[in-house]
């Protein structure tokens, strides 16, 4: 080796890529040429190995720094006591807002579905307080029947052909209860009509009543629905006094309507509501579909039976 | 994500907490005592606690510690002393005269190499210490301290000019010769 380069540009070159080969930071070709000028050049070569030295005791010095152990233990108490709980730690933000979303959610659908809930009870209230108020006004008011019950042959007259097959259903559907009256009636002051058997039986008056549904509908599910006969849906409530159990079927609502127990009134409901679904769906063996307004009386008597008839059968409310 | 998973101060410790004694060689080496230093790891461990949720497994946990140390580095330097004047450095005259070899002890003693080091500007010591001590490649060290990769090379060469000056006179203080005689201008070797 020879210095004889020192302060050559070629030293001056090697030395300024002295640091980055001392960091293994030079490329290979870079290294390459560096390795050949220091092994021509004592002077190069010792400042490298000047530099070497104090990096080695650099780091010599460094490791003598002793890490203390309380340091270490003290750290690691603190990290401890600053373990998060389920909801703590960096996340706490995150869960508060998750649970406040889930309250929100969870609150509204709650609400809407008592909303529902109420809007539902309503509408059925609302649509059984027809039975009670058609059985109120006809057959405990009005006292439209007689004493003794009136032959079937009148009954299904009245009742007009369209309707005259229910009475057959009613008769056999409710064993233990006399048929005293079976007429149409309409609502004073209102278009809507009912068909209306009025029974005795269990020493009381019981009412069993249809009437067209006019796109009204009685809503589904088990809020509502209190009991079911086969596929029937059966509704009840208490009202005026009265216990009444009800159905729908495509085209009507079916009341049964009486100061009986809630039990017996619906037990009654359950067996007849199936049979006069069915037969008003079918139309009651009768090819044309039921309609009130179809009914011969109903129109004034236009055909068998007369207004006359009518009015007397049930003087209570108007009829058309 | 919307849900971090919850981050377990077990699998924290098991990541970080290996790399406590370089943490604490850089720091003291960097603060005034041991004292300071002692706060200021703490402090980096108890900031990496709390971000670790965000800290992604399998991904450099050293320099990312490294990252937060030196954060917390400059606020602790507010409250130290100012650390000497570096303009200097940057007059180009003086980078010429760094160029000039310095006669460097042949034993170097501990307590040397820390009062030297101590007279080295601390941006300068910082980028000396992670290359040379930590052997940080130049690219960790500018993530690292988020500085230009040439201004950590500029940085490195001139902080070990600066510590070999200080060692070289720090021993003609105790009268400590150099390894040998530096070979004057336009002297052969």
């Given at each position: 080796m020879n210095g004889l380069n020192f302060n050559s540009e070629q030293c001056a070159r090697i030395r300024r890529h002295l640091d980055a080969y001392l960091s293994n930071e030079l490329l290979v070709e870079t290294t390459s040429d560096v390795l050949r000028h220091l092994e021509s050049c004592e002077a190069c070569s010792r400042e490298l190995e000047a530099r070497t030295r104090v990096r080695d005791a650099l780091r010599r010095v460094a490791v003598s720094q002793i890490p203390p152990e309380e340091l270490r233990q003290s750290i690691e108490r603190q990290l401890r006591k600053m373990q998060p709980g389920f909801f703590g730690g960096p996340q706490r933000l995150t869960w508060a807002v998750a649970l406040l979303l889930i309250v929100v959610v969870l609150g509204g659908f709650a609400t809407e579905q008592w909303i529902r809930v109420q809007r539902g009870r309503r509408i059925v209230a609302s649509v059984l307080a027809l039975g009670v108020s058609d059985h109120l006004q006809?057959?405990?008011?009005?006292?439209?029947?007689?004493n003794i019950a009136n032959p079937p042959e009148k009954l299904r007259q009245q009742l007009g052909p369209q309707y005259a097959g229910l009475l057959e259903v009613v008769q056999q559907k409710l064993p233990g209860f006399e048929v005293l009256e079976a007429h149409i009636c309409s609502v004073q002051g209102s278009p809507r009509k009912y068909v209306h058997f009025i029974t005795r039986g269990h020493g009381t008056i019981l009412s069993v009543i249809l009437t067209r549904r006019e796109g009204e509908q009685l809503p589904n599910g088990k809020w509502f629905v209190s009991g079911s006969s086969g596929s029937v849906g059966l509704y009840e409530a208490h009202l005026d006094g009265m216990n009444t159990a009800g159905f729908e079927s495509k085209g009507y609502f079916g009341f049964v309507v009486s100061d009986l127990s809630p039990a017996i009134t619906v037990q009654i409901a359950t067996e007849l509501a199936p049979p006069l679904k069915a037969a008003l769906d079918a139309g009651t063996g009768s090819e044309a579909r039921l309609d009130l307004d179809a009914v011969p009386f109903a129109r004034?008597?236009?055909?068998?039976?007369?207004p006359a008839v009518a009015r007397a059968s049930c003087p209570g409310v108007p009829v058309l | 994500m919307f849900f971090h998973p919850k981050p377990r101060v077990e699998d924290f410790e098991a990541a970080a907490m290996p790399h406590f004694p370089d943490l604490y060689r850089t720091a003291r080496l960097l603060a005034q005592d041991s004292a300071e230093a002692e706060d200021l790891v703490q402090e980096v461990y108890l900031e990496a606690w709390k971000s670790f949720h965000r800290f992604q497994a399998g991904t450099n946990c050293r320099a990312w510690l490294f990252k937060i140390l030196f954060h917390r580095l400059h606020h602790f330097r507010r409250r130290w002393?100012?650390?000497?004047?570096?303009?200097?450095?940057?007059?180009p005259e003086t980078q010429d005269s760094l160029i000039a070899e310095t006669p460097v002890p042949q034993e170097i003693r501990d307590e040397d190499v820390l009062q030297a080091l101590g007279k080295v500007p601390i941006e300068f010591r910082e980028v000396v210490l992670l290359a040379d001590v930590q052997e940080f490649s130049y690219k960790e060290i500018a993530e690292t301290m988020k500085l230009p990769l040439g201004t950590v090379m500029s940085r490195l060469s001139r902080g070990r000019k600066l510590l070999r000056q200080e060692l070289a006179g720090v021993a003609q203080t105790f009268g400590i010769r150099p390894a040998k005689d530096p070979p004057r201008a336009g002297e052969s070797a």
């Amino acid at each position: 080796m020879n210095g004889l380069n020192f302060n050559s540009e070629q030293c001056a070159r090697i030395r300024r890529h002295l640091d980055a080969y001392l960091s293994n930071e030079l490329l290979v070709e870079t290294t390459s040429d560096v390795l050949r000028h220091l092994e021509s050049c004592e002077a190069c070569s010792r400042e490298l190995e000047a530099r070497t030295r104090v990096r080695d005791a650099l780091r010599r010095v460094a490791v003598s720094q002793i890490p203390p152990e309380e340091l270490r233990q003290s750290i690691e108490r603190q990290l401890r006591k600053m373990q998060p709980g389920f909801f703590g730690g960096p996340q706490r933000l995150t869960w508060a807002v998750a649970l406040l979303l889930i309250v929100v959610v969870l609150g509204g659908f709650a609400t809407e579905q008592w909303i529902r809930v109420q809007r539902g009870r309503r509408i059925v209230a609302s649509v059984l307080a027809l039975g009670v108020s058609d059985h109120l006004q006809c057959a405990i008011k009005g006292h439209n029947y007689p004493n003794i019950a009136n032959p079937p042959e009148k009954l299904r007259q009245q009742l007009g052909p369209q309707y005259a097959g229910l009475l057959e259903v009613v008769q056999q559907k409710l064993p233990g209860f006399e048929v005293l009256e079976a007429h149409i009636c309409s609502v004073q002051g209102s278009p809507r009509k009912y068909v209306h058997f009025i029974t005795r039986g269990h020493g009381t008056i019981l009412s069993v009543i249809l009437t067209r549904r006019e796109g009204e509908q009685l809503p589904n599910g088990k809020w509502f629905v209190s009991g079911s006969s086969g596929s029937v849906g059966l509704y009840e409530a208490h009202l005026d006094g009265m216990n009444t159990a009800g159905f729908e079927s495509k085209g009507y609502f079916g009341f049964v309507v009486s100061d009986l127990s809630p039990a017996i009134t619906v037990q009654i409901a359950t067996e007849l509501a199936p049979p006069l679904k069915a037969a008003l769906d079918a139309g009651t063996g009768s090819e044309a579909r039921l309609d009130l307004d179809a009914v011969p009386f109903a129109r004034g008597g236009s055909a068998g039976v007369s207004p006359a008839v009518a009015r007397a059968s049930c003087p209570g409310v108007p009829v058309l | 994500m919307f849900f971090h998973p919850k981050p377990r101060v077990e699998d924290f410790e098991a990541a970080a907490m290996p790399h406590f004694p370089d943490l604490y060689r850089t720091a003291r080496l960097l603060a005034q005592d041991s004292a300071e230093a002692e706060d200021l790891v703490q402090e980096v461990y108890l900031e990496a606690w709390k971000s670790f949720h965000r800290f992604q497994a399998g991904t450099n946990c050293r320099a990312w510690l490294f990252k937060i140390l030196f954060h917390r580095l400059h606020h602790f330097r507010r409250r130290w002393a100012k650390a000497a004047k570096v303009g200097s450095l940057e007059n180009p005259e003086t980078q010429d005269s760094l160029i000039a070899e310095t006669p460097v002890p042949q034993e170097i003693r501990d307590e040397d190499v820390l009062q030297a080091l101590g007279k080295v500007p601390i941006e300068f010591r910082e980028v000396v210490l992670l290359a040379d001590v930590q052997e940080f490649s130049y690219k960790e060290i500018a993530e690292t301290m988020k500085l230009p990769l040439g201004t950590v090379m500029s940085r490195l060469s001139r902080g070990r000019k600066l510590l070999r000056q200080e060692l070289a006179g720090v021993a003609q203080t105790f009268g400590i010769r150099p390894a040998k005689d530096p070979p004057r201008a336009g002297e052969s070797a």
